[in-house]
Structures are given as C-alpha cells and as structure tokens.
C-alpha cells in the first residue's frame, strides 16, 4: 500500500513538474486553428529504452541509458525498503516518465481516440527523453542509499566501479558517433539540409552546403547563423481554417515568412519582439507575423484591434502602415490558470531541487542509524 502511494504521489508530482510545459501547450491548442506537423505513427515512434538490444538509434551511447534504466528498475524493487522516502518519490517520478514514452503505454489506443496526437506529439519517446535526468538521478540516489544503510565497502565499490564502467562506455560511444558525424558534415559534397537532419523544403538558405555554415559559427553575429539554419516549417503556425500540411503549404510559407523575413529589423524586448521598417506609402502591408488569439499587437504606439487584422490563409497578417517608420510590437498574454501553474510548476522544481539534497541526506542518517 506504501509503495503504490509513493507511486501515485510520483505521478503527481511529475504532473505537477510538467504544468509549465502542459498548460501553455494546451491553451495555444484549445484557442486556436493551427497548422499541424506532419503526422507520425505514435507506436513506432515510441521510446525504445527498455529493450536491452535494437538498431537504429540517435547514438550509440544510447544503450547504456538502457542499462542505467534496468539498474534503477532492479534497485527499485529488491532494495525498496532500505530506501529514503524522497528516493523512492524521485524515482517513481523517473519511473513514470519512461513508462509512459514507451510502447507498454497504450500508444495504440490512445492514437485511436485522440489522433490528433499524431501531429502535435508525434514520437511518445520524447516523454521518456525528459525522465532521462531524473532516471540517471535516482539510480545513483536508490544506491547510495543502499550503501549507506549497509556500511558496506564492498558495495560501495562495485558502486563507483559500476559508475565509472557506465560512464567510460557512454563517452567511449557517443565519441566515436560524434566523430562520424564530424566526418560527414565536413564533406564537400554534404548538402547543408542533408547535414542539419531536415528535408531541403526546410531549409532557406543561399548556401548550398553543410561545409559553407562553419564560419558563422566563428562571428559574435548570431543573427547570421540563425538566418543560414532557419527552418521554413509552418508548423503550429494559426490559421483561420484548418488546412492540410502539403508542399504548397511549405512553399507559401517561405514565400510570406522566410523571404520577406530580412526586408525588417527584428529586436527582442521584455516579453515580446519589435519589427521595425521603413514604408514609402501609407497602405496594407503583409509581413511575417502571426497573431494567436492571446497575442497583442501595438503597432505604432497603438493596440492594433482585430478589425484591422487582415488574415491571410497561410497565417501571415496585413496592416495598414504609415509614411515613413513603423514599429509594430508583438506580445503575448498567457491566461491566468496558464501564469498559476508556470508558477506552480517553477516553485516546485525549486523545492526539488533545494529540499532535495536536504531529505536524501536525512534520509541516510535515519538508514546509517
């Protein structure tokens, strides 16, 4: 009964954890039409850590995220009772992000009643992706505990020995997948979409290969490196009507989003962004810029109303410029359950990691005692 009740106690804190991910995500959703990514199949996409040997993985290092998470598994179940009451928390926070992300969740199901996860969640490993801190975390908590309640030497070596073995083999193999990597992006012949992972309907650049993006990665002018690997995909980009993810979809958002891009200055300011641009006549303007429902816009020092939004199909908006300079802002407002559960969210992962380290060690001195 104890243990399912730190289970479920896991799983809302996890929740919790998550609110300031989740909340947003999920107003952005219920208040507007996006245009969704490209649909994926939930269950090949599920998270494949729990299977001790398979192919095709992001990096060879992968393997040992596997082994560190049986570790935690076996220490979990044969060491339960020895453990500290914020280990046994943590871990089944850890617990519940890997078994969700992979393929014992009921992915298949779950598509079926709500498919527009396809789209919008794509690939359920990406929930394991974020227990992996937490996963590796409470290894190394479930046995140090077990070492500090035995006083055993022995333990504690095979410990730092088992440690070390792990961390040598992550390193000895994510190196060696580092440098094929290196190996292919400094190839002549590599296209620059080929070498950033994407589809060459994603990239807007006037370099044609991978090679070519080394020197902006050596100029204080980030902007460059930032405009060169841009990616033109309308994803989540809102919409007035819910439209299909087609090729006509990618061209006509490079043509009124990424082209027109570099025709205004852009600057980050507190809680939004500034478009800045010279006109020559006073008229409707298109530019580069969506507005969600919650989105602000003030545009020459006024708040622009929704009557003076003219919305195209493919998300960009039109306003009427004046002679001369404009400055258009662009903020958004998050809801007031949306601003709560940020806060509640960032209090709690303060209080995990402040009166974390704090419950483990008291934890070891009631164990030693």
């Given at each position: ?103 014992l969740f009921p992915w298949d199901s779950i598509q ?52 070390t073995f792990l961390s040598l083999l992550s390193l ?118 969506v507005a969600y429902r919650r989105t602000v816009l ?72």
């Amino acid at each position: 009964m104890n243990g399912l009740l730190n289970f479920f106690a896991g799983v809302l804190l996890a929740l919790l954890l998550s609110l300031n991910t989740l909340l947003p995500l999920l107003e952005v959703y219920r208040g507007n039409t996006l245009i969704s990514p490209v649909a994926m199949d939930l269950v090949p996409n599920a998270s494949l850590i729990l299977q001790p040997i398979y192919n095709g993985v992001a990096s060879n290092s992968d393997i040992v995220l596997t082994m560190i998470a049986y570790a935690m598994l076996t220490g979990l179940i044969v060491f339960w009772t020895r453990l500290g009451a914020f280990t046994k928390l943590f871990s089944c926070v850890a617990l519940v992000y890997i078994l969700i992300g992979t393929g014992l969740f009921p992915w298949d199901s779950i598509q079926k009643s709500m498919p527009y996860l396809q789209s919008f969640l794509q690939m359920p490993r990406r929930i394991s992706l974020v227990g992996t801190p937490f996963m590796m975390l409470a290894t190394v908590m479930i046995y140090q505990d077990v070492a500090a309640s035995q006083k055993s030497a022995a333990l504690h070596k095979g410990i730092v020995i088992a440690g070390t073995f792990l961390s040598l083999l992550s390193l000895l193999l994510c190196t060696q997948k580092v440098a094929q990597n290196v190996h292919y992006t400094i190839i002549d012949t590599t296209p620059l979409a080929a070498g950033l992972q994407t589809a060459d309907d994603n990239v807007h650049s006037n370099l044609k290969y991978i090679k070519q993006l080394q020197p902006a990665f050596h100029t204080r002018h980030i902007n460059q490196l930032i405009e060169q690997v841009d990616r033109t995909t309308p994803d989540y980009i809102p919409v007035t009507q819910k439209i299909e993810t087609h090729s006509n979809v990618y061209r006509a958002y490079r043509r009124n989003f990424s082209v027109q891009q570099s025709k205004f200055k852009h600057q980050v300011i507190h809680n939004g962004i500034q478009l800045t641009w010279n006109a020559k006549h006073t008229k409707m303007r298109a530019l580069p810029v969506v507005a969600y429902r919650r989105t602000v816009l003030t545009l020459n020092g006024h708040r622009v109303t929704s009557e003076q939004i003219k919305h195209h199909w493919i998300g960009n908006l039109s306003l009427k410029q004046r002679r001369g300079k404009n400055v258009l802002t662009v903020r958004y407002e998050a809801s007031r359950v949306t601003t709560l559960g940020t806060k509640l969210a960032l209090i709690a992962w303060v209080g995990v990691l402040v009166a974390g380290p704090l419950l483990v060690k008291r934890a070891r001195r009631f164990l030693v005692a």
